[in-house]
């Protein structure tokens, strides 16, 4: 099955400054890779996602990189603030298989997660 | 709000007690999952459902844990004599058809503690 690590575990940046999260999947199948955010007692909300087709994405202040040879990808922000102090998660889901070819396949709908990046932003 | 919920939000229970958890999707999501996490750990798959069918359970849900979506709509995920090793956010994320299928959407949680 999948394996996704992810570094740092922690990152203490001061406001302003960029922050870079990074991890590594073990499954070449792997075709989705989506970074959630989560806050204290909440459930994680998606920020941004890639697709194995695509090399960078960005969104205002956050982008995501993916190099698939390597089986990595990286989130960058950029321009922190206080209010992106949070716990940040990548995953990664396998190709997934045509409407209906699940019956008697080997098809996974499973997002198989990293352990998380504590950001700290300091003002 | 249209997004997904959940209830409770917090649960306390005895250990050996029953509880079960509500999750619902968002509207006209097809696809409904249920994750757990615990402290200090990224979400963990436990089982989906595509309509009403459970098309794929994970080894971590075992016997005592049973998940149902009987008319396509919301979810229950049940655990029968809870242990303290329940203890844990259960999550529950929902996607759609179509070009973004892989989009996974997730609720607030339900936060159990077994005591």
């Known amino acids: 099955g999948e394996n996704v690590e992810q570094h740092p575990s922690t990152l203490s940046v001061q406001e302003g400054d960029s922050a870079v999260i990074k991890c590594t999947y073990s499954d070449s199948a792997s075709n989705y890779f989506p970074w959630y955010k989560q806050e204290l007692g909440k459930g994680p909300q998606l920020i941004i996602d890639?697709?194995?087709?695509?090399g960078e994405k960005k969104d205002q202040r956050i982008a995501v990189t993916l190099n698939k040879t390597a089986k990595h990808f990286s989130l960058h922000i950029t321009e922190t603030q206080p209010e992106d102090s949070a716990v940040y998660f990548c995953?990664?889901?396998?190709?997934?298989?045509?409407?209906?070819?699940?019956?008697?396949?080997?098809?996974?709908?499973?997002?198989?997660f990293g352990k998380g990046t504590k950001l700290s932003v300091i003002p | 709000d249209t997004g997904v919920s959940q209830n409770p939000r917090h649960k306390i229970t005895k250990r050996g007690q029953n509880v079960t958890f509500r999750c619902d999707p968002i509207s006209e999501h097809n696809r409904l999952y249920w994750y757990r996490q615990t402290l200090g750990q990224g979400p963990e798959f436990l089982t989906y459902?595509?309509?009403?069918?459970?098309?794929?359970k994970s080894r971590l849900l075992s016997d005592r844990f049973s998940a149902e979506r009987p008319k396509g709509s919301f979810s229950t995920l049940e655990i029968q004599r809870t242990e303290q090793g329940d203890s844990a956010m259960y999550l529950c994320?929902?996607?759609?058809?179509?070009?973004?299928?892989?989009?996974?959407?997730f609720g607030p949680g339900t936060r159990l503690l077994v005591l």
């Open positions: 459902f595509q309509n009403e069918a459970q098309l794929e």
């Open positions: 995953a990664a889901h396998p190709r997934w298989e045509k409407e209906g070819s699940h019956k008697g396949g080997a098809g996974s709908y499973q997002l198989t």
């Open positions: 890639i697709r194995s087709n695509v």
């Open positions: 994320a929902s996607s759609p058809t179509g070009q973004n299928q892989e989009t996974q959407y």
